[in-house]
């Protein structure tokens, strides 16, 4: 067994607080890595805080984890010792089902382990994330990071990058498409990059007018206040897509109106709360809302590769370990830009 070091959420209504537990031995087909970064999601604070009523405790949340491959089992093939390497959210799947056939694991219909709040393959022993100074996984689940990005920035592309870049893929969002992006936070700046890196024309779809500047640095060809109500009438039926990012409750019906004949509203957001869809907001234009879900092993690799190509990362903000708790606060309050990444040498 492994002692490793670790912030843990203990209770839901708990600061995150130090921790210390036992990761498994290195197997022979596992790869131990030293976790220089880890990249703080909005879904960690949701699992941390209970919000999605699925929370179990000591919960070590993080899920975009970067750092230096340590040590390598007997049978690895496809990682070395010394190279850097990449986990995202999920260190294991069935791998027999029709999901894992085809290389989408994300949507295993046996059993998905999560990096945390979840249990390994066996499904007896819990899964804890990348807040810990270092993680075994097998290599098949782990992706390989190019040394030619800024590691920092790449850590958030474990979730946020693969989140979005999966979507606009799977749509074939691209030239000629009218994109909107709703909430501009981890994920949504990411689907800003992505959009226009892919051709779309696209238009940030935010509450915070403060973002707007961002918005078109990041490359966003117009901004949209979604408070104002004039300005989201005249955007009726403007959008083939939209990616709604949001981590909290808001009127889908009103976002659904902007989008036109047979466009499709993709959510990615997960607020604690349902929301409610009117019939008319999709029936009379042929409207459809779908949700998409991270992404595969193989679809990770194709967009860390995709973004080495193209010079993609993540807008940082390197923070501490200690500095969690009130990361979180400013998360919770949209303050973020655009990305949180722990500096895991401060645990
Ligand atoms: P984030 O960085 O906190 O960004 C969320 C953004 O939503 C905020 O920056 C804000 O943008 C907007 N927002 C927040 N409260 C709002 C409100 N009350 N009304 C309207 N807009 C609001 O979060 P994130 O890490 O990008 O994650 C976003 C969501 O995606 C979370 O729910 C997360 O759990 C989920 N997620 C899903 C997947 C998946 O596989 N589907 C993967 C990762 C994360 P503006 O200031 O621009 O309005
Ligand atoms: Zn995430
Ligand atoms: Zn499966």
Not at 53 to 77: A, C, D, L, R, Y
Not at 96 to 104: A, D, L, T
Not at 237 to 243: H, K, N, P, S, T
Not at 287 to 314: P, W, Y
Request: aromatic fraction near 6%; charge should be neutral; hydrophobic fraction near 40%.
């Amino acid at each position: 067994m492994i002692p490793t070091k670790a912030y843990a959420a203990h209770t839901a209504t708990t600061p995150l607080a130090p921790f210390e537990f036992q990761r498994r031995s290195v197997g022979e087909h596992d790869i131990l890595i030293d976790i220089a970064y880890c990249g703080v999601c909005h879904s960690d604070l949701h699992q941390a805080r209970g919000e999605w009523g699925n929370s179990t405790f000591p919960m070590v949340p993080g899920h975009e984890i970067v750092g230096k491959i340590t040590q390598v089992g007997g049978k690895v093939s496809r990682h070395k010792v010394g190279d850097m390497a990449g986990v995202g959210c999920f260190v294991d799947s069935c791998r027999s089902c029709r999901s894992c056939k085809e290389g989408i694991e994300q949507y295993c219909e046996g059993h998905l382990a999560l990096t945390y709040n979840s249990m390994e393959k066996d499904l007896v022993t819990p899964t804890q994330g990348g807040y810990s100074s270092q993680i075994v996984v097998d290599e098949n689940y782990a992706l390989k990071v190019s040394s030619k990005l800024d590691l920092k920035a790449v850590a958030p592309l474990l979730c946020a990058g693969i989140t979005t870049y999966s979507p606009l893929r799977h749509w074939k969002i691209g030239t000629g498409h009218r994109l909107g992006v709703l909430g501009l936070g981890g994920l949504g700046h990411m689907g800003v990059k992505f959009g226009v890196a892919l051709g779309a024309e696209v238009t940030v779809i935010s509450t915070s007018t403060s973002k707007e500047a961002d918005a078109r640095r990041l490359g966003a060809h117009d901004f949209l206040n979604s408070k104002d109500e004039a300005a989201v009438k005249k955007a009726t039926e403007r959008f083939d897509f939209i990616l709604d990012t949001v981590s909290a409750e808001h009127d889908l019906n009103q976002t659904l109106n902007m989008i036109r004949r047979d466009g499709t509203l993709i959510l990615v957001g997960v607020p604690p709360e349902a929301p409610q869809v009117h019939p008319f907001s999709l029936i009379p234009r042929r409207r459809a809302v779908a949700g998409s879900m991270i992404g595969g092993i193989k679809e990770t690799q194709e967009m860390l590769d995709f973004c080495a190509a193209n010079n993609i990362v993540s807008d940082v903000e390197v923070i501490e370990m200690s500095y969690i708790n009130e990361a979180y606060e400013r998360m919770a309050k949209g303050d973020v830009r655009y990305r949180f990444v722990i500096d895991m040498k401060t645990l």
